[in-house]
């Protein structure tokens, strides 16, 4: 008896709903594993390339009438050298002052003795007894503060000298003061490395005619200005600052006055050679330039 031949059946449609939730489970966790490069595009307009005159011929002598204006900074001292000379090196002590997160109050300290707590597992303490981040204490440091020394000698560790300044509050020091012969109103501090301020140097009370850097600025102190005075260690941004000016008037007739070169390491904090090329521009030096020092 012949079989009966069933005509075929409609194959079953597939369980998607466990791959699905696979899937669902699989594709956010490969997402996070994966590493998406950003490509950006710099613009940069290289200068023209000028006729050069390949000759064996040796290079012009300087200009004698140039004054050749530059502002070395090296670790200890600033020194500023014109026409292949130099004048007296001004040394300075440096000192980080920090705006602390804790309590929002600004502290100083020097640099050695910020390593010296970090090398012993600590963070620079701020005014409320808290210690900052050791692994980020650099990122709270408000201002770089380099402190004139007195100095004798090469040898000698030298004094830090205070001065008279103006201020604006929580003990910053805003413009220093000169008298009447353009000097600075100050005196070399007491104890151990002239940390400590002198008692001889005093705050000049109301009516009292002072000046600052700054061209016409000679006045009588008011009251309220008299009492906001202080006494705060001297800059050498400042000791350059008067220097400068005092050279850019009595060159004021030479073709480059306007010109000076701030030379710098390349390890050179950034807020110092600010600094300096704040002073310079102040005194009147329209074009600062920046340059290694050392060369190269």
């Not at 940069?44 to 502002?71: C, G, K």
């Not at 001889?200 to 309220?224: D, F, H, I």
Request: charged share 25%.
């Amino acid at each position: 008896m012949a079989k009966e031949v069933k005509p075929p059946k409609d194959p079953e449609e597939p369980d998607l709903l466990p791959a699905m939730g696979l899937f669902t489970i699989l594709i956010p966790m490969l997402l996070s594993m994966t590493a998406f490069q950003k490509l950006a595009i710099v613009e940069v307009t290289l200068p023209e390339r000028s006729m050069m005159n390949m000759t064996n011929d040796a290079p012009p002598e300087p200009d004698q009438q140039a004054l050749n204006l530059s502002l070395a900074i090296t670790p200890e001292y600033l020194v500023i050298g014109a026409r292949g000379g130099f004048q007296p090196n001004v040394y300075f002590k440096e000192m980080w002052t920090f705006r602390c997160k804790s309590d929002a109050k600004l502290i100083t300290y020097s640099p050695e003795e910020v390593k010296a707590a970090v090398d012993a597992g600590h963070g620079p303490k701020c005014q409320d007894g808290k210690e900052m981040d050791k692994e980020k204490y650099l990122y709270e440091i408000e201002t770089i503060e380099l402190w004139a020394l007195e100095k004798t000698s090469e040898e000698d560790p030298g004094r830090v000298r205070w001065a008279l300044y103006s201020s604006q509050g929580e003990n910053v020091p805003d413009s220093a003061f000169v008298n009447g012969n353009n000097e600075f109103i100050a005196m070399t501090g007491e104890g151990p490395g002239g940390l400590k301020a002198p008692a001889g140097l005093k705050k000049p009370g109301a009516g009292t005619a002072l000046a600052t850097l700054t061209p016409n600025s000679a006045r009588k102190l008011k009251p309220e200005d008299a009492a906001k005075n202080i006494i705060y260690p001297l800059s050498a941004y400042d000791l350059i600052a008067k220097d400068l000016i005092a050279i850019h008037t009595q060159f004021i007739d030479l073709e480059d006055v306007d010109n000076i070169i701030v030379v710098a390491n390349d390890d050179t904090q950034f807020d110092k050679i600010i600094s300096l090329m704040d002073r310079a521009k102040s005194a009147g030096f329209a074009k600062v330039n920046l340059a290694k020092l050392g060369g190269g």
